[in-house]
């Protein structure tokens, strides 16, 4: 494990959790400077510089870096961001407090100005409004990461259970339905869904099993193929107005309910 430099004093907190964490993902994957450039796209020196505090990593080099060491690069993207923002507002405050100052007024003879007073006010408003900036900025990220890491969740746990869609790399298939009744529920012999919702696009296995139950019960969806298409919907909605059901073209559980009790008509 490589024995890293102290880095400087001045670097902002923020900057500073960032090239930490960047050191860490570097020790454990084993990766030399010259392998982390080739891998990345970004030299050996400028590396150095990164992990070394002496300039701040782009958002791009931060994110291949975490692509090649396999690290979930949604927490390091969003401490970039506050680090440049903590940056930026640190180059803002004496631009600010310049344009801030108010004009001096002209000197009447024998009248003292309280120069050294206006210029105390002026720089104390100043770090306030810095001060808050600052805060505000560091809120804001936090908030961020929470929102990117919540949203990435419910994606991974949507793509687990949902059907797929259709994509122009899908086969055709013809799937064969073998009808059996248990329990006086109908059942296709290719899934057990009840309570999964399916539409327009979908595909798999849980559509082709609506399919078979939607043609005993006397609206023809078309192919068993197993993709919900409009035949498919219009077989849907015949069987829910025939039933008194909520007629909108989608496989809820009230319809799998009518499809697995339907009688043929």
């Known amino acids: 494990m490589p024995r890293w430099k102290e880095l400087p004093a001045e670097l902002p907190p923020p900057a500073r959790q960032l090239i930490v964490r960047l050191r860490g993902l570097k020790d454990r994957s084993g990766l030399s400077s010259r ?22 990593p782009p958002q791009e080099a931060v994110a291949a870096m975490s692509r090649v060491c396999g690290e979930d690069p949604v927490r390091l993207l969003a401490l970039h961001e506050i680090a440049t923002e903590h940056r930026l ?17 002209a000197q009447v003879a024998g009248e003292r100005q309280p120069y050294g007073r206006h210029l105390r006010a002026a720089l104390t408003a100043a770090a306030v409004v810095t001060v808050l ?4 900025a560091l809120l804001l990220a ?8 919540q949203l990435a969740q419910q994606r991974d746990a949507t793509a687990a259970t949902a059907p797929a869609t259709v994509s122009a790399t899908l086969v055709p298939v013809i799937y064969t339905c073998r009808l059996e009744r248990q329990d006086g529920r109908w059942h ?5 869904a009840a309570e999964v919702l399916l539409s327009n696009t979908q595909v798999g296995l849980e ?44 496989i809820d559980p009230p319809t799998w309910n009518a499809l697995r009790q339907a009688d043929p008509t």
Do not use: M
């Open 35 to 56: 392998q982390l450039a080739a891998r990345t796209g970004y030299s050996a020196k400028s590396w150095q510089r990164y992990l070394n505090g002496r300039s701040l």
């Open 89 to 105: 507002e640190g180059r803002q405050p004496a631009a600010r407090a310049l344009e801030s100052r108010p004009a001096a007024p």
């Open 133 to 136: 900036s600052v805060s505000a």
């Open 142 to 149: 936090v908030r961020l990461t929470e929102a990117r890491t």
């Open 188 to 192: 296709a012999g290719l899934s057990p």
């Open 207 to 250: 559509v082709a099993e609506a399919q078979c139950l939607l043609r005993r019960a006397g609206s023809v969806p078309g192919d068993i193929d197993g993709v919900f298409g409009p035949k498919t919907r219009r077989a849907v909605e015949h069987l829910q107005k025939r039933n008194g059901l909520i007629v909108n073209g989608v």
